[in-house]
């Protein structure tokens, strides 16, 4: 960690823009961790997962790679932090529609007023119940509704796409100081070679 301070050559704002990124990386795998196991339930059931779910699996993937192949790229020093700062501005603007849309029903949904369902016996009868309910045009609201386990999950979920939504803005903040740093460094180096 302190060899990785002073290979920084933005100081304590790079190292604490890299540290949120790997804050990042770990709660995107959760959220598709999450995610994909109701998806798989709910294709194993003969059920249509909800659009969000396929939404969030899909943002989610992307953004992974994204942030593999630039943490790559930045180490090096071969990507401007401008062209991430677009890009993480984009996925914030994502997560924060998949966050205010799952929200929505999430916000108002006691999950403990929701009929225990500890058993697997209880999730493949929800299953079953979720494919009279839901059709091609699946409702999220029944989906959440459905089961307790699935209510906490969701929140599990939501709570983490909250998450990633702070530390995207964090990343764009730093990243627009770190690109104002940038473009302030190279017209100094431009002035002192002439």
Do not use: Q
Request: net charge positive.
């Amino acid at each position: 960690m302190f060899k990785f301070l002073r290979v920084s050559k933005h100081g304590i704002l790079g190292v604490s823009y890299h540290i949120f990124r790997v804050a990042e990386f770990i709660t995107l795998i959760a959220i598709i961790g999450l995610t994909a196991s109701f998806v798989s339930s709910l294709v194993d059931a003969d059920v249509t997962p909800p659009s969000i779910l396929v939404a969030i699996l899909a943002l989610v993937s992307l953004t992974e790679v994204y942030i593999i192949i630039t943490s790559i790229l930045f180490y090096d020093h071969k990507m401007p932090f401008i062209w991430a700062l677009c890009t993480d501005s984009l996925i914030l603007a994502g997560l924060i529609v998949i966050a205010v849309e799952a929200g929505k029903p999430l916000s108002y949904l006691r999950c403990s007023d929701i009929g225990s369902s500890n058993s697997a016996f209880m999730f493949e009868s929800t299953l079953s119940n979720l494919a009279g309910v839901l059709s091609a045009g699946s409702v999220f609201s029944k989906f959440i509704a459905s089961a307790r386990h699935v209510c906490i999950e969701m929140k599990a979920i939501w709570g983490l796409i909250i998450a990633n939504c702070i530390f995207f803005a964090f990343t764009v903040l730093t990243g627009m100081i770190l690109s104002l740093m940038d473009r302030r460094a190279k017209r100094v180096k431009n002035n002192n070679d002439f």
